[in-house]
């Protein structure tokens, strides 16, 4: 099988930690670019935001020669939940700009060379998980009383008045529905790399089917990751269980149609899994 630089776009809670602490580092003739960076992880992949870096990558930067030994980048929180403003190089970019613009950037350099890797999960679950590790009250919040109550279904996620969930109080970090969209990024990663070299993996199949997890890592990879499968059941990030998923379930019904159409275009199994 043909190895190619693989980027991993990391949703919140669908084991972005454990993939880069337990498996990635671990893969077989991969070089694990996280540790590289300096500061914060995400550091690495602030430059694709920014075209003039792109379009003249400085030669020490491990994007600038791609022909060498295939690497795993992890980029959380990437491309679905952007900020509604973004200051890179003391440039101003919009939310509108955003996604198009980082868009162009990962075709740029990755067109011929990389496959994306994502790891879903599905929303009731995540979004419910995400509100526990950031000890979110939900009462304290109207936009998030929304999801609760379901109020956010007549609205249209794509909206500036689609229902956030905000990290901290008096605080621009926010969490927009329309992020999980998962068929949306799955058609606008398709137009970079094509479809066949876009690969997703339900979150769940870690506790209920590692051995299939496993395989469809391998498949990514194109290497055998014989003995990984223990790390796999090693709890990172937990936190306690305030919030449920049932208070979220009409955040499920919302994606049914969404998620119905990713696993006809994957074949992940997603409607024995929950999603729809």
Known sequence: MTR???IHIGFPKSASTLLQRE?????????????????KEGEGYRDLLCTEFVLDIPPEHPFHDLSGEPFIYSAEQFLHFPRNTWTHRRRYVSS????TMALANLKRIFRDHGKFLIVIRRQSDAIASYCNFNNID???STKVSRLVSGVFNRKDPETRNAPKIFTERKSRRALSISGFNYYRLAIDLASVVGPERVCFLPFEDISTNPERFISRLESVFGERLSGLEDALGRSVNASEKKYTAEMFSGYQDYFASSNRLLDEMFSLGLEELGYY
């Open 138 to 140: 939900v009462s304290q």
């Open 4 to 6: 190619q630089h693989v």
């Open 96 to 99: 509108i700009d955003y996604r």
């Open 23 to 39: 498996i990635f580092p671990n893969v077989p003739g991969y070089r694990f670019l996280n540790r590289e960076f300096r500061g």
